[in-house]
């Protein structure tokens, strides 16, 4: 396995999901869907053959930083992500509860 540095995460708009990337390969992604204040993630995935080695946990942390970045909130529908938010407190501040009544 190479370094985590190795890898990159990029946003690809057009097919509304975050990737983890070494060079060109997409190993891994998170589908989204986004309104203007709100990121749903749906669905996260790695490849078989990169499980285990912490590539969704960059791929979660990388985006839920650029979600923090741009002010939005997010809603995990996606267990993965749910259960990520839940094991780091520090990005429990993103989820999205509802409108205040």
Same mark, same amino acid.
């Given at each position: ?15 509304? @999901?975050?990737?983890?990337? @070494?060079? @060109?390969?997409?190993?891994? /992604? ?12 749906? $669905?996260?995935?790695?490849? =078989?053959?990169?499980?285990? $080695? ?13 979600? @923090? ?6 809603? =995990?529908?996606? =267990?993965?992500?749910?259960? /990520?938010?839940?094991? $780091? ?7 999205? $509860?509802?409108?205040?009544?």
């Amino acid at each position: 396995m190479d370094t985590l540095a190795e890898y990159e995460v990029v946003d690809n708009p057009e097919r509304r @999901r975050f990737e983890v990337r @070494r060079g @060109r390969k997409v190993l891994g /992604w998170s589908a989204y869907e986004q309104t203007s204040e709100l990121i749903v993630f749906t $669905h996260t995935e790695v490849t =078989p053959k990169e499980e285990g $080695h912490g590539l969704g946990s960059l791929l979660v942390r990388t985006t839920l930083d650029h979600v @923090r970045d741009q002010g939005m909130q997010v809603l =995990p529908v996606c =267990p993965f992500v749910k259960e /990520w938010i839940s094991r $780091h407190d520090d990005y429990a501040d993103l989820v999205y $509860h509802g409108p205040v009544q």
